[in-house]
């Protein structure tokens, strides 16, 4: 997948891209098949594999399937019908019985997203590795903090890494957490076709539900309710999507501020260059993370829109309007992942440039100080920097903390 206008877009490779999704539409399929045959309820004639579809879909044109999409509104309807004229006539007649499109679109796209979260996840926890070990070398680095654009009081560099970490460990919490529930509810929510087909048995009602937890199990998703009108895994998906790249955008603006020319306290470790300016090396990733956080609170607003408007048992075009959006956001939020891991990974920090600024501020930067000095009736300290070293030693052990637990949950 190509994108000219979203530099760095390869990064997110294959995620959300039309044949991940068709490829993700077979495995439902599949798994629903297999569920129906576990279970009884198909005979053991219409299994179908997620080989048999590849191989079903094999000439699939994407192009002429994105077409034919537009009749019925999704790329469920055309896809069944061009699978069932590879497959034997057991198999084409049971393939897709019992669910509805929406099933296969939302089970598509969670497993997509899915796909996008871990690699997320992933990413958030290097950083956190890196982070860790830049606040902890630069805990004491001097360094001027700045309030509203203006220099404040002296702080340390470790201190502002210190938040940097902070932020992204409150992204890690958000995507470490999410859930990745399953959607099979039929036409309508209430499985009524899946009861039906299953009516021969003593308990037809307990059967469909058992082929849900089935299906979802062989997708390793999490088995849950039709959520066909509650669209919470989607806003949550969102929520973390957008918490991640404000995290990293956070980071990134410090550095597009502390690398400016008059400032030089930190530099990218390899700047872009310009067309025109061969002096120029500029400070091209967090650009391209910061663009990312500014475009992601909309797209997360069109998901929650979306939620905001559910209606009925299927709603008319907000459905629809979730899945180009989710596909979107994910694959710009992977893509901004890991440009800021390798942001941080190859950040070069000038304590030198630090320090100078620090004592070319003078000492304006200790009105505070002094000034609560003289309240309290006594000769200002030599402690400039108030509880940083402690502050940023906290926010150590909150990830030491995350590392020992992951450890302690690691399989032996």
């Given at each position: 997948m190509s994108d000219l206008l979203w530099p760095g877009d390869h990064r997110a490779g294959d995620l959300f891209t039309d044949a991940a999704i068709r490829d993700a539409m077979l495995r439902v399929e599949s798994a629903w098949s297999r569920a129906l045959v576990e279970h009884g309820v198909a005979p053991a004639d219409a299994l179908v594999s997620v080989d048999q579809l590849g191989s079903a879909a094999a000439d699939l044109d994407l192009d002429q399937l994105s077409a034919e999409a537009e009749a019925g509104g999704n790329p469920v309807i055309p896809l069944i019908s061009a699978l069932r004229k590879g497959l034997s006539p057991i198999a084409a007649s049971w393939l897709h019985r019992g669910m509805t499109s929406q099933d296969v679109v939302d089970a598509a796209l969670v497993l997509e997203s899915r796909r996008a979260f871990a690699r997320i996840t992933a990413e958030l926890l290097t950083q956190i590795d890196v982070l860790s070990d830049l606040a902890d070398t630069h805990r004491e680095t001097p360094q001027i903090a700045r309030t509203l654009t203006q220099q404040a009081v002296p702080s340390t560099f470790g201190m502002k890494v210190a938040h940097w970490l902070d932020g992204v460990l409150d992204a890690y919490d958000e995507t470490s957490g999410l859930q990745f529930p399953a959607q099979f509810g039929g036409a309508a929510g209430t499985l009524s076709a899946l009861v039906e087909l299953a009516a021969a048995q003593a308990n037809s009602q307990g059967t469909a539900l058992a082929v849900t937890r089935s299906a979802a199990h062989f997708l390793d998703l999490d088995a849950a309710s039709p959520w066909h009108v509650v669209r919470t895994p989607f806003t949550r998906f969102a929520a973390a999507a957008t918490t991640a790249t404000s995290s990293w955008s956070h980071i990134a603006n410090d550095v597009l501020t502390?690398?400016?020319?008059?400032?030089?306290?930190?530099?990218?470790?390899?700047?872009?260059?310009?067309?025109?300016?061969?002096?120029?090396?500029?400070p091209v990733l967090s650009v391209l993370i910061r663009r990312a956080a500014l475009t992601a609170p909309a797209l997360a607003s069109t998901l929650q829109l979306a939620s905001a408007d559910a209606v009925d048992e299927r709603t008319p075009g907000s459905w629809h309007a979730e899945w180009a959006t989710l596909r979107i956001l994910l694959r710009r939020s992977v893509v901004a992942a890991s440009q800021t891991t390798d942001l941080v990974r190859n950040l070069n920090v000038h304590a030198d440039a630090m320090a100078f600024n620090l004592s070319a501020?003078?000492?304006?930067?200790l009105s505070e100080q002094r000034s609560m000095a003289e309240l309290a009736g006594h000769e200002p300290s030599g402690?400039?920097?108030?509880?940083?070293?402690?502050?940023?030693?906290?926010?150590?052990?909150?990830a030491?903390?995350?590392?020992?637990?992951?450890?302690?949950?690691?399989?032996?």
């Open positions: 502390l690398s400016r020319s008059e400032i030089g306290e930190v530099t990218e470790g390899a700047g872009g260059g310009s067309s025109t300016m061969p002096h120029k090396a500029n501020a003078g000492t304006a930067v402690e400039t920097v108030g509880v940083a070293p402690l502050l940023v030693d906290a926010t150590l052990r909150r030491q903390e995350l590392t020992r637990t992951r450890l302690a949950e690691r399989p032996r």
